[in-house]
């Protein structure tokens, strides 16, 4: 089963936090006044962040 | 009940991220328990899921900086160590050098430890007796004409050497006068012995001066008459229901061939004599184990791992290497890393003769330079799909 590693976890949902502080649309419905970063998290739990991950090979 | 190929079947199903070992033991304890418990098929099966949700619990995640929570892990014990600098304590009545001067010993990987001991074991015919144990402990342990002496004399008018030999410790360590002897006169050619009762007189067959004579002497009572080099005094000790031999001094390659030895649990405290005799993966163990105990006799306790992550990083390259300039980090494939460390200049100076070529793969280096560093979140790549299949319409 694929799993993110914590800090995999910790490096998208802050990448995306940062788009979505910046004006990106947000993915899904999140709760009224809910922060940039908070978005992020709900949007990496539903798994719809369009980032990945390149693991070394 | 559940049958035993069932349970190998389960555990094989579900355990089969487990490395081998484990899914053996976890194997046969599930049939001991289901023996004893007359387990269900379920319970089983939650028993082999939450060993290996325990098990992924205990792995370290990729990324993780090992190394300097290591370093941590054995610094933070190594300090409440320091106040018992230079502490011996006595195993009997041998001296071990233990605590911080000890641990500094193995992760130096000193060729010469400061108390070097063996711990010989018998075999089955010498183990249970302690008469058959001082036997074998009279073939290990190094005799010298010194150490059978009374008193030893050097007289100048009649140009001798007198020594006079305890009959006691002559009886004990098994030698006559006449091996003596023919051990001396074999060895010293230039000399002329002569054995009255316990005493034995030794000239020089040419009349020389007195240093010359000096100077036999001082080699005549150091010569070894019986035992291994090396070797000093023997102590015997019960362990439990058998005899052991601890030694004063190591020779571990020679001890092995001493017949009521029993080679295979034989140990020394001398890490290079393991990783010569035994090979690197004993040295391996030899480190961990004797890291471990030095802390155990402070009343520290480090998890093993961290100590494993030291003996693997000085036996990787299959000789033991110590940690610092000469050893590990000495041979670090970045040039800024090794100059972060000691002596900068001249690695950078042997680094620019030679070209060298830094890739930056490194925590040291990055830290330099002022980049993130490769470990934890720095280790993570990201990579975006673009576009953005069609977004939830909002508004």
């Given at each position: 089963?694929?799993?993110?590693?914590?800090?995999?976890?910790?490096?998208?949902?802050?990448?995306?936090?940062?788009?979505?502080?910046?004006?990106?649309?947000?993915?899904?419905?999140?709760?009224?006044?809910?922060?940039?970063?908070?978005?992020?998290?709900?949007?990496?739990?539903?798994?719809?962040?369009?980032?990945?991950?390149?693991?070394?090979? | 009940?559940?049958?035993?190929?069932?349970?190998?079947?389960?555990?094989?199903?579900?355990?089969?991220?487990?490395?081998?070992?484990?899914?053996?033991?976890?194997?046969?304890?599930?049939?001991?328990?289901?023996?004893?418990?007359?387990?269900?098929?379920?319970?089983?099966?939650?028993?082999?899921?939450?060993?290996?949700?325990?098990?992924?619990?205990?792995?370290?995640?990729?990324?993780?900086?090992?190394?300097?929570?290591?370093?941590?892990?054995?610094?933070?014990?190594?300090?409440?160590?320091?106040?018992?600098?230079?502490?011996?304590?006595?195993?009997?009545?041998?001296?071990v050098?233990?605590?911080?001067?000890?641990?500094?010993?193995?992760?130096?990987?000193?060729?010469?430890p400061?108390t070097p001991i063996m711990t010989?074991?018998?075999?089955?015919?010498?183990?249970?007796?302690?008469?058959?144990?001082?036997?074998?402990?009279?073939?290990?342990?190094?005799?010298?004409?010194?150490?059978?002496?009374?008193?030893?004399?050097?007289?100048?008018?009649?140009?001798?050497?007198?020594?006079?030999?305890?009959?006691?410790?002559?009886?004990?360590?098994?030698?006559?006068?006449?091996?003596?002897?023919?051990?001396?006169?074999?060895?010293?050619?230039?000399?002329?012995?002569?054995?009255?009762?316990?005493?034995?007189?030794?000239?020089?067959?040419?009349?020389?001066?007195?240093?010359?004579?000096?100077?036999?002497?001082?080699?005549?009572?150091?010569?070894?008459?019986?035992?291994?080099?090396?070797?000093?005094?023997?102590?015997?000790?019960?362990?439990?229901?058998?005899?052991?031999?601890?030694?004063?001094?190591s020779?571990?390659?020679?001890?092995?061939?001493?017949?009521?030895?029993?080679?295979?649990?034989?140990k020394t405290n001398n890490i290079?004599?393991?990783?010569?005799?035994?090979?690197?993966?004993?040295?391996?163990?030899a480190?961990?184990?004797e890291?471990?105990?030095?802390?155990?006799?402070?009343?520290?306790?480090?998890?093993?791992?961290?100590?494993?992550?030291?003996?693997?990083?000085?036996?990787?390259?299959?000789?033991?290497?110590?940690?610092?300039?000469?050893?590990?980090?000495?041979?670090?494939?970045?040039?800024?890393?090794?100059?972060?460390?000691?002596?900068?200049?001249?690695?950078?100076?042997?680094?620019?003769?030679?070209?060298?070529?830094?890739?930056?793969?490194?925590?040291?280096?990055?830290?330099?330079?002022?980049?993130?560093?490769?470990?934890?979140?720095?280790?993570?790549?990201?990579?975006?799909?673009?576009?953005?299949?069609?977004?939830?319409?909002?508004?």
């Amino acid at each position: 089963m694929f799993r993110y590693t914590r800090f995999e976890k910790a490096r998208i949902i802050g990448a995306r936090a940062l788009q979505i502080a910046m004006g990106a649309p947000v993915l899904i419905n999140v709760p009224e006044g809910a922060s940039p970063l908070d978005a992020a998290i709900v949007e990496f739990e539903k798994g719809i962040i369009p980032i990945t991950v390149i693991r070394p090979s | 009940m559940v049958s035993q190929s069932t349970i190998k079947k389960l555990v094989e199903k579900k355990a089969s991220n487990l490395p081998e070992r484990l899914r053996e033991e976890l194997f046969e304890k599930l049939i001991h328990y289901s023996g004893k418990y007359k387990l269900k098929k379920a319970e089983i099966e939650a028993i082999i899921d939450e060993v290996v949700q325990e098990y992924e619990q205990a792995l370290v995640e990729p990324g993780e900086a090992v190394g300097t929570v290591t370093a941590q892990s054995i610094g933070e014990p190594s300090t409440q160590m320091t106040l018992n600098t230079f502490h011996y304590a006595g195993v009997a009545e041998i001296n071990v050098t233990l605590g911080l001067p000890r641990i500094i010993e193995i992760v130096d990987a000193r060729k010469n430890p400061s108390t070097p001991i063996m711990t010989v074991y018998l075999d089955e015919e010498h183990r249970y007796s302690s008469e058959k144990a001082r036997e074998v402990a009279k073939r290990i342990e190094g005799t010298t004409l010194e150490s059978l002496a009374r008193s030893m004399t050097l007289d100048i008018l009649n140009m001798e050497f007198v020594v006079d030999i305890d009959p006691e410790r002559l009886e004990k360590s098994g030698l006559t006068m006449e091996k003596i002897q023919a051990k001396i006169e074999r060895s010293f050619k230039s000399a002329e012995i002569e054995t009255e009762g316990t005493t034995i007189i030794i000239r020089l067959k040419k009349a020389k001066n007195v240093s010359t004579l000096r100077r036999l002497a001082d080699k005549v009572k150091k010569h070894r008459l019986k035992g291994l080099s090396g070797v000093g005094k023997t102590v015997i000790r019960k362990e439990g229901d058998e005899y052991a031999i601890y030694t004063e001094g190591s020779n571990f390659k020679q001890v092995l061939k001493v017949p009521g030895v029993d080679p295979r649990r034989t140990k020394t405290n001398n890490i290079h004599e393991i990783a010569q005799v035994l090979g690197i993966e004993a040295a391996r163990n030899a480190i961990i184990e004797e890291i471990v105990n030095t802390m155990q006799e402070q009343g520290l306790e480090v998890d093993v791992r961290h100590i494993m992550l030291v003996a693997d990083m000085m036996t990787l390259d299959g000789i033991v290497r110590p940690i610092g300039r000469h050893g590990i980090v000495g041979t670090k494939a970045s040039v800024l890393a090794r100059a972060a460390f000691e002596i900068t200049v001249q690695h950078l100076l042997q680094a620019a003769e030679r070209g060298e070529l830094d890739p930056l793969n490194g925590v040291v280096e990055n830290v330099l330079i002022g980049q993130p560093v490769p470990v934890g979140t720095g280790i993570v790549r990201l990579a975006m799909k673009l576009p953005i299949k069609k977004a939830v319409k909002e508004e």
